[in-house]
């Protein structure tokens, strides 16, 4: 069974940053799409960024873009989101998420496995 562990989030005050990273229990990991998600209280889960097997390609939503940067270290089996300029809105759980085969990345179903999920909270 392949387990994600997400790790970085807490609370910090607006326009702040953060870095989340998630280890993935996986040999094949560079074999897997990656991608973040975030789901705020009251709120459905939204896509946030994703990132190809070789880094090549990296997807990000609207209201994240120029702000957060997905990476990832195939090595280490890690997959971070950089977070800069942050706000209150982007107080949520965030989760990563790996997918074998993905034909879009911006939708949740096509993920095969997700993490636990860690809270950032963004302070006015």
């Known amino acids: 069974q392949v387990q994600l562990v997400e790790s970085g989030g807490g609370l910090v005050q607006a326009g702040g940053s953060l870095k989340l990273s998630c280890v993935v229990s996986?040999?094949?990991?560079?074999?897997?799409?990656m991608g973040w998600f975030r789901q705020a209280p009251g709120k459905e889960r939204e896509f946030v960024a994703a990132?190809?097997?070789?880094?090549?390609?990296?997807a990000y939503a609207d209201s994240v873009k120029g702000r957060f940067t997905i990476s990832r270290d195939n090595a280490k089996n890690t997959v971070y989101l950089q977070m800069n300029s942050l706000k209150p809105k982007d107080t949520a759980v965030y989760y990563c998420?790996?997918?074998?085969?993905?034909?879009?990345?911006?939708?949740?179903?096509?993920?095969?496995?997700w993490g636990q999920g860690t809270q950032v909270t963004v302070s006015s």
């Open positions: 998420a790996a997918g074998m085969i993905i034909s879009s990345w911006y939708q949740g179903r096509e993920y095969d496995y």
């Open positions: 996986e040999r094949t990991y560079s074999r897997y799409t």
């Open positions: 990132i190809s097997r070789s880094s090549s390609t990296t």
